[in-house]
């Protein structure tokens, strides 16, 4: 399991994380958390969900809790358990339960990848009652003013089987992100990569061209990340060529004729 937790922002002032916002989603953001309504971002991999939740905690300068969640995680995980310490038996919280006694974000990324026995523990604290019961120190934390629960998951690649349950899914503001659109997508990746606009543009159309294949050929389009990749590899003197093949091609499938397809596109789109 993955945890990091970044401190509050200094009194020197934040360092806000970029973002650049597809839509309504940095206001929808502010008034969830105003209301104390706890988040649910959908989108593929790579298209900004864990920058836009890091974003928009140094913009709320709040604490973030970042949990990554993996199919061996369970509600202890994340709330906590008995250790053995010296031999004497401690309470150790987890993730969850210290987001809940500090306040803040508590972020859960890929949530759908938990155990289901996690729904269990989310179900009270994203209703009214905002509480976390702990049933293994007999306490019900109730979650502070300054709490937030925010999750996000991948709709594209979960089976049915691990799709989140409507019970589960109706306890959250929902906000679908996709990539951004080619004149905003050009800027982002220009700004993470050092790479001029004019430079990137070509990558970007590739990217929209292969995204254009899922479903067909590819399992995914290719991601923001996987462009940003590219344009930092072009930035750092490699051929654009090469790069557009170790990111662009080589993540996205295994398949020999795929592959000699997507690298004629590339060069098709003069990448
Ligand atoms: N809207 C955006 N504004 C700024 N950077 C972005 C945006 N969308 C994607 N990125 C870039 O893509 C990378 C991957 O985004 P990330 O938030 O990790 O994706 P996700 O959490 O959806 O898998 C980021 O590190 C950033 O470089
Ligand atoms: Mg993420």
């Not at 604490?63 to 995980?77: M, N, Y």
């Not at 093949?245 to 080589?250: I, K």
Request: glycine share 8%; charged share 25%.
């Amino acid at each position: 399991m993955t945890i990091a937790v970044h401190p509050v922002p200094s009194a020197a002032g934040p360092v806000i994380p970029f973002y650049s916002p597809s839509g309504n989603e940095i206001e929808l953001f502010e008034l969830a958390w105003a209301r104390r309504l706890p988040l649910l971002l959908k989108g593929p991999t790579g298209c900004g969900k864990t920058r836009f939740v890091a974003h928009m905690a140094a913009r709320l300068g709040l604490p973030l809790h970042t949990v990554s969640c993996h199919d061996d995680l369970t509600a202890a995980d994340l709330t906590g358990r008995y250790l053995l310490k010296g031999g004497d038996t401690v309470w150790c919280d987890g993730p969850l339960t210290r987001a809940v006694r500090e306040g803040g974000l508590c972020y859960l990324d890929e949530v759908v990848e938990a155990r289901k026995d996690v729904a269990v523990v989310l179900h009270p604290l994203t209703d009214d009652r905002r509480i976390l019961p702990l049933e293994r120190t007999g306490e019900e934390l109730h979650a502070p003013d300054g709490f937030m629960l925010v999750v996000s998951y991948n709709p594209g690649y979960q089976s049915l089987l691990k799709a989140l349950k409507p019970s589960t899914r109706q306890r959250f503001v929902a906000i679908e992100f996709g990539f951004l659109p080619p004149e905003r997508e050009i800027p982002v990746v220009s700004a993470e990569s050092g790479l001029a606009e004019s430079r990137v543009k070509p990558l970007v159309a590739l990217a929209g061209r292969l995204r254009a294949l899922k479903g067909h050929d590819l399992e995914e389009g290719v991601s923001t990340r996987l462009v940003v990749y590219c344009a930092s590899l072009i930035a750092a003197g490699m051929p654009a060529r090469e790069a557009v093949l170790a990111t662009m091609v080589e993540p996205l499938t295994d398949e020999p004729d795929v592959k000699t397809a997507l690298v004629e596109l590339a060069r098709a789109l003069a990448v």
